[in-house]
């Protein structure tokens, strides 16, 4: 999807299809949000099957949905692909379960991923990110959304003990969950697609486990520590730690490398925003802000609602899904000034909800943040200019927004 | 999605009736119905056709991997899982097996 929107064009709101792909891969939907926001924050669409879901895309609204487990619940499933079946994983899987169990089990695994437990990574993280750029920085094109799929890997793997040689066969999988519908990922159909990533993402954590209980080999790795939690004075079930697992590993892998490509283009649109950062560094944490506001890489989530729910000034019926369109609540004006304007300055970037809101706020966003900071420190320390050298690709799909293809070259600093 | 009851059609093309009238009773299930009859199982189903497709009949990856590890377990041998969602139908994957033992 374009994060520049073009111009604003005219919009039935009544044959509007959030679920259309070309929306997203082709098309431009902010315009689309922005006119839901001021005409139909409540809205209602049936899909050409039959299914039906709400919208909601105000910032206040999309809060209130996320935020409110007691009447909006994840157990019916979070995701939108799979709206209209029931979540197989609910009450297993952390990220489709409500509280109090949520609560218990995401508290031990949330103390090895605060930003004071992640700060002793940023020596490493640096390595890894300086490794990444080297090939950017020989003036050849280089394919930043394509190389960027493989940064969550190569930065959270030894954090998640996952060795290096299957990051690149994670990654693949990890996209295909994101994007069963985009034709670099797709094998099949959509439901194979999605069933062929968990089965083998789920397969690939049981073994890990499996290995380590023969071995009886400890590492202070996340994944290990799955394994020795005792949430509520009891060890997580297998089932519970394959299907934790692979949500680490979706959410390290699926969501950052389009917040890099994302800003990156930003930057390169706007050369006196690099120039900005590159003059004041300090700048460079509220760059991040902006850009994780600008580019929303997880576009929305699903909850499902447990009553009657009035919100947004309708009422959403007991049993109906929801989607919070977390793209569209970083873009509101009710919020944030000029929201189509990219600004690294912007005062109040860091109240975006891009690692969404509530109770399953991303349990990896100390990370990312420190990643995403790492990054463009080292980016902007390392280049003088970025250019683009061809057309950006963008994935078809209406969960993530995201680039497959961002060509560009670098001009190396000469005086660091 | 409901799927209406269908006939099963073995290698031959019988009629299921048929087959089933020649068969000595206590005779060797033909291999598609053996795996028809796990899917019905493990799908909580009445009746599960030769043709009938896995995701209409409401499989996932949880009774993927179950279902892959009966197979593994009863017949012996280990279904690819990418093979396994691609085939999609008792009578394909029935096939799979069907190659898998004979090495070819």
Redo the contacts between chains.
């Keep these: 999807m374009r994060l520049t929107p073009g111009p604003a064009r005219d919009i039935d709101l009544d044959t509007v299809d959030l679920f259309d792909l070309d929306l997203y891969g082709t098309g431009d939907p902010h315009p689309v949000w922005d006119v839901m926001r001021a005409e139909a924050p409540l809205h209602h669409q049936v899909l050409p099957d039959g299914r039906e879901f709400w919208s909601v895309t105000r910032y206040e609204d999309v809060c209130r949905v996320l935020g409110d487990h007691r009447e909006f619940t994840s157990e019916r499933g979070t995701v939108p692909t799979h709206l209209g ?1 029931d979540d ?2 609910a009450g297993v899987l952390l990220t489709s379960t409500d509280p109090p169990r949520h609560t218990e089990v995401r508290r031990p695994l949330g103390s090895r991923l605060t930003a004071r437990a992640v700060g002793s990574w940023e020596d490493s993280i640096r390595r890894s990110v300086t490794r990444f750029l080297e090939p950017a920085l020989d003036g050849e094109v280089f394919d930043l959304a394509e190389k960027a799929l493989l940064l969550p890997a190569i930065v959270t793997g030894p954090l998640l003990g996952i060795p290096e040689k299957d990051w690149e066969e994670l990654v693949r999988l990890t996209a295909m969950v994101a994007a069963p519908s985009d034709p670099h990922f797709q ?3 959509e ?2 697609t ?3 990533s ?3 993402l ?2 690939y954590v049981t073994e890990w486990v499996k290995d380590r209980r023969h071995s009886g080999a400890e590492d202070d790795s996340l994944l290990h520590h799955l394994m020795s939690v005792r949430p509520g004075g009891a060890p997580l079930s297998d089932q519970e730690i394959a299907l934790d697992g692979y949500s680490l590993l979706l959410g390290a892998n699926v969501t950052t490398p389009h917040t890099v490509s994302g800003t990156v283009q930003a930057l390169i649109e706007r050369p006196e925003q690099y120039g900005k950062a590159q003059a004041d560094p300090d700048l460079i944490p509220n760059l991040v802000e902006e850009g994780l506001r600008w580019t929303s890489a997880a576009c929305n989530f699903m909850r499902y609602a447990v009553t009657d729910v009035p919100v947004a000034g309708g009422v959403v019926p007991a049993g109906a899904a929801v989607v919070a369109w977390i793209g569209s609540a970083n873009r509101d004006a009710a919020l944030f000034a000029a929201p189509h304007t990219f600004d690294i300055t912007r005062p109040n970037a860091k109240r975006q909800i891009a690692f969404g809101f509530g109770p399953h706020f991303c349990i990896g966003a100390p990370l990312a943040r420190l990643t995403l900071r790492v990054f463009f420190e080292e980016l902007l320390h390392r280049c003088d200019s970025l250019d683009l050298a061809g057309e950006p690709d963008h994935l078809r799909s209406y969960f993530i927004a995201g680039m497959t293809h961002l060509p560009i070259t670098a001009q190396k600093r000469h005086t660091p | 999605m409901e799927s209406a009851p269908q006939v099963i059609h073995p290698r031959g093309g019988q009629d299921e009736t048929a087959r089933r009238d020649d068969a000595p009773s206590g005779g060797p299930v033909p291999l598609v119905d053996e795996i028809a009859a796990l899917w019905a199982e493990l799908l909580n189903r009445p009746e599960v056709g030769a043709e009938d497709d896995f995701f209409a009949l409401g499989g996932n990856s949880l009774t993927g991997i179950e279902i892959i590890e009966r197979v593994a377990r009863d017949h012996g041998v280990r279904l690819s899982v990418r093979d396994f969602y691609l085939a999609q139908t008792p009578a394909r994957v029935a096939g799979l097996i069907e190659r898998e033992r004979s090495g070819t």
């Design positions: 079946q197989v994983a094998l099949g159909s439901a194979a999605l069933a062929i968990h089965h083998e789920v397969g």
